[in-house]
């Protein structure tokens, strides 16, 4: 499999995003997923905005950032809410916010709604310093191809760092290879992350392999032990 995809250790661990966005976590899971992220060198931890604050506390002069999620899992909030939302993060420590896109706007093609709503956001991202990385979530699982296509369109017209595949809360599923290389067709200049159902070593590479720039998952560890036992 190495030789398929030359990729180091330290290089996969630094395209995770090291996540838990489930409703029970508890400070002491958020306690390990740090612990997990400094150990294995992963880019980021990603977690609920309740426990941004200890997050960034934990990995304070690390070299692991903390993301924070906005509007997670259904992205049905007002454009005001998700403004607030990304902003008491981004202070509470995030340098990066994955938020959920208006799913409703996209699936009626009401191309003001989505890019007035993701101006809104980034503007607060943006006027940060450092800037901070905004992620989009489209839910691609959920959208049909002209609807992708549109979201992409608008998310790169608009600017935004990512576009993210999923939330992998849907029960459409997470990413796929092909979204994946219709994203990097269609919106080349954001970077892409793919997120939702990715559990083993092979899934993540081939994910990277398709053109995603980071992995979002909960199975870190998993990935890294089997990736590490099979070179």
Known sequence: MGNEHPISEKELAGCIDHTLVSATATSEQIKQLCREATSYGFHTVCVNGRWVALAAELLSGSSVAVGGVVSLPLGADTTKIK????????????????????????IEGDANYLSNQLKAVLKICRSMRPAVM?????????????????????????????IKTSTGLHPAGGATPEDIKLIEEIAPKCKIKAAGGIRTAEQALGMLAAGAHRIGTSSGVQIMEEFKSER
């Not at 939302?85 to 938020?99: K, L, N, V």
């Not at 699982?141 to 935004?160: E, P, R, T, W, Y």
């Open 134 to 162: 905004l992620k989009v979530i489209i839910e691609s699982a959920a959208l049909n191809d002209d609807q992708k296509i549109f979201v992409c369109q608008i998310a790169q017209s608009v600017g935004v760092d990512f």
């Open 83 to 106: 403004m607030e939302q990304a902003r008491a993060s981004i202070f509470d420590g995030a340098d990066e916010i994955d938020m959920v896109a208006d799913l409703a706007a996209i």
